[in-house]
């Protein structure tokens, strides 16, 4: 049974110099050396991330070894960390890097779908999102969007982020906070189809981002809660879901509607050193060639030797291939602006 949660009403963002010294945030560190209780990227491999949070006698175990925290504590973030045995013999090693909303979406526990990076970073280009705004975000989940909002809109903007899970509500609260960004986030439980956003909130927000089943349903709700000129954004896996909203905020009085979809094209780059193609002016076989028009097809040189030119390359080049597997559908990524008032 889940754990019953009294709802937290939406709270004013407090002062900027507060937000700014919170030490080893996301956004920023107060120390570029590692320090006990921070929040460490442990990076295994690309395949393999996550994290842990420094504590003096505390030891990670993984497929390489053993990693104790004290190793960890004093090392400069983006150290190679070798794991060792009782003895102290050396094993395999990982990368202790500094959290970013990148990493962070990497290596969280995903209690929800997330949105990746590059569909974030998408959502906040189309917003034109900058520090000093303030968002509502409704559908919190893992709260990986949450920390890229975080990051984008601090030290002087504001997230207010709900949720309807009481319980999933409770964890990204706890692992915000434990992440520094407390100053700059407000998680709330509520249902933003019965409930809206809260009345304080009214005309005051810059974008509204709905991940949720039925967005369609929440846009009366983030009319209220836009000022005048903000935008309102949705992420929606399928085109029905898509269609619904976009009629809604057509019927809401809406501007400037689009959808896109991102899609990851990954390429493959390596150089190579390219030969100097031989036209046949400057060989002994070209020559007398041209001396001899019928014995122009028998001199002239070879596959092999056209390619090089007395062994001359024009050096180094740059190829990039694209990758087969391209990484499928994610989501429509839907944009409205709000003109009225």
Known sequence: MAPT??????????????????PNSMWRSSSPVIEEGALVILF???????????????????????????????????????SRDKKGVKGGYMLLLAPTPELWSRALRHRTQIVFTLDASAIQFAAALRSGQRVVESGTGSGALTTSFARTVAPHGHVFTFEYNPTRAQIAREELARNGLQGVVTVDCRDAYEDGFPAELAGSIDLVFLDLPCPWKVIGHATKALKQGGC????????????????????????????????????????????????????????????NDDSAS??????????????????????????????????????????FA
């Open 5 to 22: 949660m009294t709802t937290t009403p939406a709270a004013e963002p407090p002062a900027a110099a507060a937000v700014a010294t919170i």
């Open 232 to 291: 309102f954004a949705s992420y929606s896996p399928c085109i029905e879901q898509v269609q619904k909203t976009c009629d809604a905020l057509r019927d809401a009085g809406y501007e400037m509607i689009k959808t896109i979809e991102t899609r990851l094209v990954p390429y493959s780059a390596r150089r190579v050193d390219l030969p100097t193609p031989d036209f046949g002016f400057d060989s002994a076989e070209s020559t007398d060639a041209t001396a």
């Open 298 to 339: 028998d001199a002239a040189p070879s596959s092999k030797k056209r390619r090089l030119v007395n062994g001359k390359s024009v050096g180094d080049s740059l190829l990039a291939r694209k990758d087969q597997e391209i990484r499928g559908h994610t989501a429509f990524l839907t944009f409205a602006s709000k003109f």
């Open 44 to 82: 295994e491999s690309h395949n393999a991330v996550t994290y842990c949070y420094t504590e003096r006698g505390a030891v990670f175990y993984n497929r390489h070894g053993a990693f104790h925290h004290n190793d960890m504590i004093g090392q400069p973030f983006g150290s190679k960390l070798f």
